[in-house]
């Protein structure tokens, strides 16, 4: 009777042991949703709108619209666009690419969205990671204003530039 009662707790030990493992790793695939719109906000970065003049030009730019729709969404927290949309991401980009308007064609806009599209493929593989962290997840979506920031700031600098009418001697 003493070996089958000495059987019954060690089993009961061990069964304990495996439910702490699954809950650790239930801790480790719930990361994006410990994601917050205030833990976004909180990050520290400088952020470029557009100006009035860039702001006509890409009115007409559906693609680029489209895209400033999925920043904002990433800024209020809704990361659900980047789970298993890899297709449409692709698409996105592509077009994006490949409509920039006339006024906006230019080799330093092509790299920044060359580098925002990097940033994104970056966001996408971490959220689909399971074993992503949050400071992995944040940094991702840090690099991913900031890049869309970057683009902004280029494309402001670009109209400037070609409006400003300097006379050589």
């Not at 009662?5 to 042991?17: A, D, E, N, P, V």
């Not at 030009?57 to 400033?68: H, N, R």
């Not at 996408?124 to 683009?151: D, G, H, P, Q, R």
Request: hydrophobic share 35%.
């Amino acid at each position: 009777m003493k070996l089958f009662i000495s059987f019954l707790i060690i089993g009961c030990l061990f069964s304990c042991k495996e439910d702490t493992g699954s809950v650790q790793q239930t801790d480790e695939n719930n990361t994006a949703s410990l994601i917050t719109k205030k833990t976004i906000q909180k990050l520290n970065y400088l952020e470029f709108g557009l100006d009035a003049k860039v702001e006509k030009i890409t009115k007409k730019w559906g693609k680029y619209t489209e895209l400033e729709g999925v920043i904002l969404n990433l800024k209020q927290a809704d990361l659900s666009y980047f789970k298993d949309n890899h297709e449409i991401i692709e698409a996105l980009i592509t077009d994006l690419k490949q409509t920039v308007p006339k006024k906006l064609d230019s080799p330093s806009i092509v790299s920044r969205l060359i580098a925002l599209e990097t940033k994104i493929y970056k966001l996408e593989s971490a959220i689909s990671l399971s074993n992503t962290t949050t400071k992995t997840l944040m940094s991702s979506i840090k690099e991913v204003l900031v890049s869309f920031s970057n683009l902004n700031l280029q494309m402001n600098k670009k109209i400037e530039r070609e409006s400003q009418k300097i006379k050589k001697p």
